[in-house]
């Protein structure tokens, strides 16, 4: 048992998520078919406050769809917002391909379902086949897609994302009935204290929580759907990258803390260690489990209970709407998806950023989960208990259905992909002593380590221990260099080329760590006068563009690699995998380096690794 | 447009070293030749009073700098074509000194000196090439001038690393004529000698004697003028100035 126990805890995260909302939405249809009314009659419980005058209930369904909700939905947008200001979304052109996929897999599903129940009146439902379940995707893709690249699970995240702001909007615009705009006022002043929190710099989370509160009340009361409070709420938290300021700030106290460990150390320490981190990480973050092991579970255990019975089932395999939801999610998805990025593909060259065409089509197959939203917007959709309960059996249906049919694809791919071996861990390019700069003898060294990074990372600093403790421990042994990432910030990346010309690279990248984060030309300058360069010529090389064809090959070779985190390290020319610390590297390249040794001591004692590669 | 009173009319010069005892006689007679006038220190409060002494606003730019930061003397060149148009005389006076017996000197004044002595220097000169060279191109009168050591052979006893200092800019200076007098720059070298306290009391102030010394910063400026006003196919390559009554040693 606790064997089993250990095997969970070290599942990917989607996985167990993925896992225990099967498991309640199992649960669910369980206890709806044991008989009785004692699944329909618990969620219809009443709920609520009685306060004097003042009486506020709603069903136990309701405060799950409405109020736990709006976490969920809070938890989504600071996802967008996040992938939009620091992550993949950032990237226009990189982005531009899922987004795409997403609103033609917003639009084409819709047209089918519309199509496919054209005259029955339940067109209302479009809305139930727009939108794919993240976590469900995440988790089989996590479970069936293990030898896929992580590219892959970038552009579904993207394409979940883009998903996922198209099914809030037609929440709000579409599913929302009774408006009454005067509660709106609650809302904005909700908003306008949680704008102010955020102006004042108020970091602490828990100051947030009744501004929060208010704006939900007030849009529970306007008609509009109250889990938009999450979304307008998500929307203004702060988000930032860390600054190097917050970040040294916090160091320094954890290290005042080393030397004087008492309950007020602790404090500032832990203070300021929670400051270096926005508002948005850290909400993120603790709503994570909450959302994936209680709000999803939770939402699922009462609303996937959908009494199956012989009649039912019957009743809906014989209707269009059932089928208009199985072929819109199954078929509209798949195809929408699977073809919008075939032509993005064609009009944009290389945008697929090494993913395949097949594992494309896999991830689009997967895409008709429809799980959550859609059990959600046909709850909205639908009054008549018929409608709904075909809805529902068609959406389990489809979810089911494309879940397996999108292992079986992934399936293929995984046993292809293995016959071909695993090649995503070479490296595409040997370092070379006449394109890269060096440390250490390249023509003595027994070992190389290349590093693709970005001078200007949160982890340039890991890479900076790495390479002292390096030289340190193995000398002329190994033969380090440095390349830039495709993330690379153009600028920096081209300041160190330019540094190269006067052959002070490493100097001008410890310059311009110590100038981290690098927004200026001017910090670029003085990164150059620290590092002992001609400014003069500096200037010229940098305007000339010196070394910008080694960038591009560098952020070439990084992208056919699929090197999506830096940095990324390349340890005889095989990716090292293990944690991103200075300790590990190098015992990684003491490994290596032991081992060539050894080769070398069995072979010919003096032979280089170039030269044997002769 | 030069007169006899105003031989340097039109000329834009940097003293880098402005506010010390031989940067504000030569300031002041550069403005009084009619020159345009960059003065550079460390230190913003000299620079600002030195400025209100010299009473010539339109013609005078102070620039905090630190000539051991080369950011810091570009940022003096851009701020120099930018308020003049360009650069024809620099003369580089930061310097450091500091004496004592060879075996009780100390390592961190041997850097200092050679740090703002040397390599300030450097900096300076390699900075101001190139809008010497323009304003030669451009047919003007182009002048570097350095304060070197007075002979290489020079018995100085107790300032021994400072003279090995000055004798390498001297020896920078001859160099720099060589490179950069065939395109019109004329680098100039001083050398001026101030009497040195006798006795050997301790202590760092190796200035104590030069109050009295024949060989005033306005004799320095005197000779800097001159050279800077010569036709500019003539260089006055190299000036020793003595005090008359020196003792041979």
New interface residues.
């Given amino acids: 048992m606790s064997a089993l126990v250990a095997r969970v805890r070290r599942l990917p995260e989607a996985l167990t998520a993925a896992a225990v909302l099967f498991a309640a939405a199992i649960i669910a249809l369980i206890w709806a078919n044991l008989g009785g009314e004692s699944y329909t009659d618990f969620w219809h419980l009443p709920l609520g406050v009685d306060a004097g005058a003042f009486t506020f209930h709603l069903d136990l369904r309701h405060w799950v769809n409405d109020a736990a909700m709006a976490l969920f939905f809070a938890y989504v947008t600071l996802e967008v917002r996040r992938d939009i200001e620091l992550g993949e979304l950032r990237d226009w052109r990189r982005a531009i391909v899922p987004l795409v996929a997403a609103v033609a897999g917003l639009i084409v599903p819709a047209l089918l379902f519309v199509a496919v129940t054209w005259g029955t009146g339940a067109a209302d439902g479009w809305g139930i086949v727009i939108s794919t379940d993240t976590a469900f995707v995440l988790g089989m893709l996590a479970l069936v897609g293990r030898a896929m690249p992580p590219q892959l699970r970038m552009f579904l995240l993207t394409l979940a994302v883009a998903d996922d702001v198209g099914a809030l909007a037609v929440i709000a615009f579409a599913y929302t009935d009774d408006f009454t705009p005067a509660p709106l006022l609650l809302v904005a002043v909700g908003l306008a204290a949680i704008v102010g929190l955020r102006r004042a710099g108020v970091w602490r989370g828990a100051f947030y929580l009744a501004p929060a509160v208010v704006v939900w009340v007030g849009f529970l009361f306007s008609g509009v759907h109250a889990t938009l409070a999450g979304v307008a709420i998500a929307l203004l938290l702060p988000i930032a990258s860390i600054r190097p300021a917050d970040l040294r700030r916090a160091g320094d106290r954890v290290r005042a803390f080393q030397l004087a460990p008492n309950a007020d150390a602790a404090r500032t320490a832990e203070q300021s260690l929670a400051r270096a981190v926005s508002v948005n990480e850290r909400a993120y973050r603790t709503l994570t489990p909450y959302v994936m092991r209680v709000i999803l579970p939770l939402f699922a255990l009462a609303n996937a209970g959908v009494r199956i019975t012989a009649d039912s089932l019957q009743g809906a395999f014989a209707s269009q709407l059932t089928w208009g939801i199985i072929i819109g999610l199954v078929v509209g998805k798949t195809a929408a998806i699977t073809i919008a990025t075939a032509i993005m593909s064609r009009v944009r060259p290389g945008a697929l950023g090494g993913l395949r065409m097949p594992q494309l089509f896999g991830l689009s197959v997967l895409a008709g989960m429809g799980f959550t939203i859609s059990l959600f917007v046909a709850e909205l959709a639908f009054d008549d208990p018929e409608s709904l309960s075909r809805a529902q059996i068609g959406i389990l249906a489809a979810t089911v259905l494309a879940a397996v049919l999108g292992a079986a694809v992934f399936a293929i791919l995984s046993a292809a992909e293995r016959r071909r071996g695993d090649v995503r861990d070479r490296l595409v390019r040997p370092l070379d002593p006449r394109r890269d700069p060096v440390l250490g003898d390249a023509a003595r060294a027994r070992t190389t380590v290349v590093e693709y990074g970005d001078v200007s990372s949160a982890f340039a600093a890991t890479s900076e221990e790495m390479r002292r403790e390096m030289a340190q421990r193995f000398g002329v042994g190994v033969a380090y260099t440095f390349r830039h990432a495709a993330t690379a910030t153009p600028g920096v990346a081209l300041a160190g080329e330019a540094a190269s010309e006067q052959g002070r690279f490493w100097e001008m990248r410890d310059a311009l760590l110590s100038e981290a984060p690098v927004e200026s030309d001017r910090q670029l300058?003085?990164a150059?006068?620290r590092a002992?360069l001609?400014?003069?010529r500096f200037r010229a090389d940098v305007a000339r563009g010196a070394g910008s064809a080694r960038v591009a090959e560098d952020a070439a070779d990084a992208e056919a690699m699929l090197l999506s985190d830096t940095p990324a390290f390349f340890i005889d020319g095989v990716r090292y995998r293990g944690p991103i610390d200075a300790d590990a590297i190098n015992a990684a390249v003491a490994v290596a380096l032991t081992a060539t040794l050894a080769t070398c001591a069995s072979s010919s004692p003096e032979l280089t690794p170039a030269e044997r590669a002769r | 447009m030069t007169s006899a009173a105003t031989p340097l009319a039109g000329r834009v010069a940097v003293v880098l070293g402005a506010t010390g005892w031989i940067g504000r006689g030569i300031s002041r007679r550069l403005v009084d030749s009619g020159a345009s006038v960059v003065l550079v220190a460390r230190d913003r409060d000299r620079l600002d009073g030195l400025a209100r002494e010299l009473d010539a606003e339109e013609r005078v730019l102070i620039v905090a700098a630190d000539v051991t930061q080369s950011l810091d003397v570009d940022d003096v060149r851009a701020a120099s074509l930018d308020r003049f148009g360009h650069v024809d005389l620099v003369t580089v006076l930061s310097g450091v000194i500091t004496g004592s017996a060879f075996e009780g000197g100390i390592p961190a004044d041997w850097a200092e000196m050679i740090d703002v002595n040397l390599r300030g220097l450097l900096h300076s000169a390699q900075t101001f090439a190139e809008p010497l060279l323009d304003s030669a191109r451009q047919g003007r009168a182009a002048d570097l001038v350095l304060l070197g050591a007075v002979s290489e052979d020079a018995h100085e006893p107790r300032f021994a690393v400072f003279n090995a200092v000055s004798a390498a800019i001297t020896q920078l200076g001859r160099t720099l004529r060589d490179e950069y007098g065939p395109s019109g720059v004329r680098v100039h070298v001083l050398a001026p000698e101030f009497p040195h306290p006798a006795t050997e009391a301790p202590g760092r102030d190796a200035r104590a004697g030069r109050q009295q010394s024949p060989v005033t910063p306005e004799s320095i400026a005197a000779v800097v003028a001159l050279a800077a006003a010569l036709p500019a196919g003539v260089n006055l390559a190299e000036a020793v100035l003595l005090p008359t009554a020196r003792r041979q040693r």
């Fill in positions: 300058l003085r150059a006068s002992g001609n400014l003069r």
